[in-house]
């Protein structure tokens, strides 16, 4: 039943990952990429991760998405009225994507009687995890959060710029 439900939610998650690159609409996309993380971050629990699972809903799907939905509609995107559907990248982006899977299905029936080799040292966590986020990883996360801000700043000064325009 648990292989079932890992099957169900990532083929969900490749589904809306791959309705991202063809839907139109900002808005719906960022909704695919909702669908996407929140089901990356069920296929995470389900393999017993719970920590990447929680961190993958919490601030990807809950404060990233927000983030982005948020300046989507601040700049109320609208698409010109003879732009073409998709660019001339579609068509060689189509087959290198066919080639990946192929080559990538050839060695997942060539690799069935193999066996993974698993690192037995260190088990993964949330003290390990934590004190190396506190200690390696804390400029990264600043650096981050900064760039969040300059970006809702850009975005409310293209927006102020824009309807000064209009108006």
């Known amino acids: ?3 079932l439900i890992l099957a169900v939610f ?3 998650a490749l589904i809306s990952a791959v309705s991202m690159l063809v839907l139109r609409e900002p808005m719906r996309v960022a909704l ?3 669908t996407s993380m929140t089901s990356l971050g069920a296929v995470y629990g389900l ?5 990447i ?3 993958q809903v919490l601030i990807y799907v ?18 010109a009225p003879g732009s073409k559907r998709f660019s001339r990248f579609v068509v060689p982006g189509v087959l290198g994507g066919v080639l990946l899977t192929g080559v990538l299905g050839v060695a997942v029936l060539r690799g069935t009687g193999s066996t993974v080799p698993v690192a037995t040292g260190d088990v993964f966590g949330l003290v390990p995890f934590s004190s190396a986020f506190l200690t390696q990883y804390w400029l990264e996360f600043e650096l981050t959060t900064v760039f969040l801000v300059g970006a809702i700043v850009a975005a409310l000064a293209v927006v ?3 309807r000064r325009r209009q108006g």
């Not at 809950?62 to 698409?79: D, S």
């Open 1 to 3: 039943m648990n292989a």
């Open 10 to 12: 990532g083929a969900l």
């Open 32 to 34: 695919a990429l909702i």
């Open 47 to 51: 393999m017993g991760v719970h920590f």
């Open 53 to 55: 699972a929680a961190f």
């Open 62 to 79: 809950g404060a990233v998405m927000v983030f982005m939905v948020y300046v989507i509609m601040l700049l109320e995107v609208k698409e």
């Open 160 to 162: 102020g710029v824009s």
